[in-house]
């Protein structure tokens, strides 16, 4: 793609050479003469001056004099620009002659089933669909138009997914929830009998999974961004916005509000409640039935607010050098000669 071309698709201007036709994009340490790349803060702008990129995108106080677009958000825009650079795979529509697909699903002339897919009875798809290669849609189950599933997606019966969600590999819904009674001795298992709900716009990363409530709903929101290897537990309540880091787990119950967001491997116990726009660090851990506050950020096992964790950590570094003076007092205390 052309840099003048590029320009005009992102609705900024651009310097410098526009007929330059951009190959790839890169970083801006590895970028070359025919890649795009972008600079912003401080060690960006200091990475792009020494750069050999073919074309920037910058914000309006990087210095001219080399082929440059400017924009007001440069990480954004080379999203966008990333989007146009590596469009996103076409599928065919139709369904490929080893599928399995049950006579009372309902599936869409627009809608792509791949190799070896099954699709439950009365299952729905959405229009402009995809089904990858080794999905298996159970009866029931309903997934909103322009959603893609990637290969070997488990969807169990009676999900309902919305519009445009992105699952990648592995990615199971509506297993059955750890629920268990204990009668004489031994565990028997508590009946999962709810489902899952996915609202529109979510994408869920490898071998996620989301399990089925025991009664009722487990609830995704709107946009909800979910990492790989993160586990949702049985009636959960992920609130709109809402993005998890990879290997984090939540017990039964917890409820994760608005626009908060949640680190890589973060552990919580039953009925969690994380408010509005909290943020919790990666590998704090939470114990049961606790509120995290909305608005501010934690760490640590037991999580706490960051600058009470961060005390305590100073504290903590400080123990040796305690400890060698306690053991000096305890001399002078046994001989006073000392």
């Not at 699903?105 to 897919?117: R, S, W």
């Not at 919305?162 to 990615?171: E, K, P, Y």
């Not at 600058?307 to 001399?331: C, G, I, S, T």
């Amino acid at each position: 793609m052309r840099v003048s071309d590029l320009a005009k698709r992102l609705q900024a201007p651009f310097e410098g050479n526009g007929d330059l036709e951009l190959t790839k994009a890169l970083p801006v340490e590895e970028a070359g003469p025919a890649d795009l790349s972008f600079a912003t803060g401080r060690k960006g702008v200091a990475l792009a001056a020494q750069s050999p990129a073919g074309c920037l995108i910058v914000d309006d106080a990087f210095p001219a004099g080399r082929t440059l677009i400017r924009v007001k958000d440069p990480r954004t825009a080379f999203a966008m620009a990333l989007m146009m650079l590596y469009p996103a795979k076409k599928f065919a529509p139709g369904i490929h002659p080893t599928a399995v697909v049950a006579e009372t699903a309902t599936i869409p002339a627009t809608a792509h089933i791949g190799p070896h897919a099954v699709i439950g009875e009365r299952a729905t798809i959405g229009e402009g669909t995809v089904i990858g290669a080794g999905c298996a849609i159970g009866d029931d189950a309903s997934i909103g138009p322009n959603s893609l599933l990637h290969p070997r997606v488990t969807i169990y019966d009676r999900v309902t997914i919305g519009a445009r969600a992105i699952l990648h590999s592995g990615v199971v819904l509506g297993a059955d929830g750890f629920g268990f009674v204990k009668v004489a001795g031994t565990y028997q298992k508590f009946p999962q009998v709810g489902t899952v709900e996915l609202g529109d716009d979510c994408e869920i990363g490898a071998n996620s999974t989301v399990d089925r409530a025991a009664l009722g709903v487990t609830k995704l929101g709107n946009g909800v961004k979910l990492d790989n290897m993160v586990h949702i537990g049985h009636n959960c309540q992920i609130h709109d916005h809402v993005v998890i880091a990879a290997q984090t787990g939540m017990s039964g119950g917890c409820i994760i509000e608005a626009n908060a967001i949640i680190g890589g491997q973060v552990g919580m116990g039953d009925k969690v409640r994380v408010e509005s726009g909290a943020v919790l660090g990666s590998g704090s851990g939470v114990l049961t039935s606790k509120i995290v506050r909305g608005g501010e950020t934690y760490w640590g096992t037991p999580a706490r607010p960051l600058k009470e964790y961060l005390k305590q950590l100073a504290h903590m570094a400080n123990l040796p050098e305690l400890a060698a003076r306690v053991k000096e007092l305890e001399k002078r205390a046994e001989d006073p000669s000392i």
